[in-house]
């Protein structure tokens, strides 16, 4: 059985920002082959975000990135999966696992209040922030509880989990990242 971890990027936060970086360098030294998705050359911006209509078509675009970049790794449906994502990343990984049949554990940063059509109870850990403009956080925090989901909170905390307090951002970063190796260990 292999261990396959695939990181889902957001707008504007690729896989060398720190929650991804991290995320990635832990899964790698866990044994997991890791998988960096690309979803730039959208016509996207973090003010979109607010757009339904736009969410949705770019969900369905980045789907099609997804299933043609991991296409090549054929059936994974019996392999230890992990998703780590951020922002729509987080809709596109639980859309691409409910699709698709996967048992994925589901690393969720900044997930979007969308991602509560695709996300299965007890299917994923969500890091938010309760300042993040683009998120609903009380809208979050309802569907961890209906849906029994691990959250986690930045108290303070905008879409990149960041507060501006550039030593409470480095405690936070730690903290997220303990979590996260228990994911990757668990």
Known sequence: MRKIAVIFPGVGYNKDKPLLYYSGKLAV???????????????????????????????????????AALERLGDISADEIVFISKSIGTVVANAYAKNKGLR??????????????YVGAGGAV??????????????????????NLEMFTVHGGNHSLETGEIISDIENIKNIMIRVNEILTG
């Open 126 to 147: 969500l890091f938010c922030g309760d300042a993040d403009p683009y998120a609903e956080y009380e809208k979050l925090v309802s569907i961890a509880k209906d849906k």
């Open 29 to 67: 030294k866990r044994g997991y082959e890791l998988i960096h998705l690309d979803f730039s050359g959208l016509d996207w911006s973090k003010e979109k975000l607010k757009d339904r209509a736009f969410l949705l078509e770019s969900v369905e675009t980045c789907f099609k990135k997804a299933d």
């Open 104 to 117: 994925a554990k589901q690393i969720c940063f900044s997930p979007l209040e969308m991602i509560d059509e």
